[in-house]
Each structure stands twice: as structure tokens, then as C-alpha cells.
């Protein structure tokens, strides 16, 4: 019997599958298992996917509800412009108009005022310039008890209760006493006894201060200081356009004013 040929099956017996048959079952066998394994992975990225888009949905609404959480009827100080963001210093006339976007917790903002805080009281009572300030409160996580937001509220019970000159002082006090990020910032006390000396002073100061009654004022100014673009502080503005401060003298940022104006 020629060497190439197979021995027929007995009656009964099963045929062995030939190699040609077996790799075709085990390629079968290997695409049932490829698609069964793809079929896993899109129901597991499926399900990845629901659970990333209701995580992503929940943060949305817990980020809007804090960006947005000033009720329409939050209190706002008084002796403010452009309905309670503003505290303005100097002539509505002056000829040039500075920006200053400030949290009271940035050492940047701190260094500005050090720095330059003298000659713009200057150009704002020579009538050069028109100072308006834009408390912001971006940095509570660098502090242990939400300092940045305590100051603001505190900064905007002074000028509610004593108008903005008594905000320049009380804010000038507290970029001289700023604590330093990672701790706790200045307590409640202090901010009562820093808002006495700067001219406001009573019942309602001190129940202002520890109750927080501008908190909602301070998320809408930080909320609308992000919407128009604000990404640090300080941002010093001229004119509208961003002052790159820390290049100049004092006496140079009086002659740009001036120039400007």
C-alpha cells in the first residue's frame, strides 16, 4: 500500500481530523475567543465611559453650584461701582484708569503693594489716575481656614461701613501682616481690631467680619474675575492693558501713568 495513503476507519471508529481540519477548528476557536475578548472590552470601556460621564456630570454640577451659588439677592457692600465688583479710588475723571485684581493671601500681591501702593495713592490724589480695586479669593486652599475668602469679607464689611479710603488702609494692613500660605491666616479677631483702626468699627463690623455676610459677594467677584479672563494675581491692568509692574521703579510706574494719561 503506497506510504501516502491513510489506513481506512474501522466500522464504528471515529476518524482522526486531519492537520488541515485541526488548524481550521483551532483558528475557529482562536477568533471565537479574539471576538468574545473584544466583545469584554467594549462592554468594560462601555461601562468605564457611564461611569467617567457621571463623575464628570456630578463635578460640573458641584463646581457650577459653587461657582454660581451667590443667591440674587446677596448682600453687597455699599461705596462700591459696577454693581459691587469695583472699589474705586481717585477721580472718576482722571485721565488713565489702573486695574488691580488682588487676593489677599498672594505673596505676589503683597510685594506689589510693598512696593507700589505709595506712589499710586499719590497719582490717585494728584487726580492722574482712577485706582480700582478687584478683591478675589483664589488661594483658600493655601490656608488651613479659608483666609483669602475671610479677608475679602472682612475687606468688604470696611467699605461698606467706611467707604474706600478706609479699604485702602485696612487692605495696606493686611498685605503688611499677610500670613504665610500652608497655616492659618489672620483669626477674626485680629480682622475686627485691623478694620477699627482703619476707621470701622461697631456692632455690625464685628458681626459682619465673623458672620461672613459679603461670603457670596466674594465667590462673585472671583467667579466674574475668571470669566473675564483673570488667571492670577495680581493682574495689573493700564488703561485695560496688562502693566507689567515688577520691571519698574516706583518712579517709572508714575511716569508711565502719566504718559498714559
Known sequence: MPADQMTPPRPGQRRRPSAKERIATRKAEEAARARAARRRKTVTTAI?????????????????????????????????????????????????????????????????????????????ADGDVLLRYHPISILDRAFTDDYPTRAMNAAGVVVDAAGPEAYVRFTQELFARQPAEGGPGLTDDELVELAHEAG???????????????????????????????????TVLLDGEPFNWPTLEPAALADAVRAAA
Do not use: K, M
Open 48 to 124: 468605564v465611559a457611564a461611569v467617567v460621564l457621571a463623575v464628570a456630570v456630578v463635578l460640573t454640577i458641584v463646581v457650577q453650584s459653587q461657582r454660581t451659588g451667590s443667591s440674587p439677592n446677596a448682600a453687597v457692600p455699599t461705596n462700591t461701582t459696577l454693581d459691587g465688583a469695583v472699589i474705586g479710588v481717585g477721580s472718576a475723571d482722571a485721565p488713565a484708569v489702573i486695574d488691580v485684581y488682588e487676593d489677599f493671601g498672594c505673596p505676589a500681591c503683597g510685594a506689589f503693594e510693598a512696593r507700589h501702593a505709595g506712589t499710586l495713592a499719590e497719582l490717585a
Open 200 to 234: 470701622a468699627s461697631g456692632a455690625d463690623v464685628e458681626r459682619g467680619i465673623r458672620n461672613l455676610v459679603f461670603e457670596d459677594w466674594t465667590g462673585e467677584l472671583t467667579d466674574r474675575a475668571s470669566r473675564e479672563g483673570i488667571t492670577g494675581t495680581p
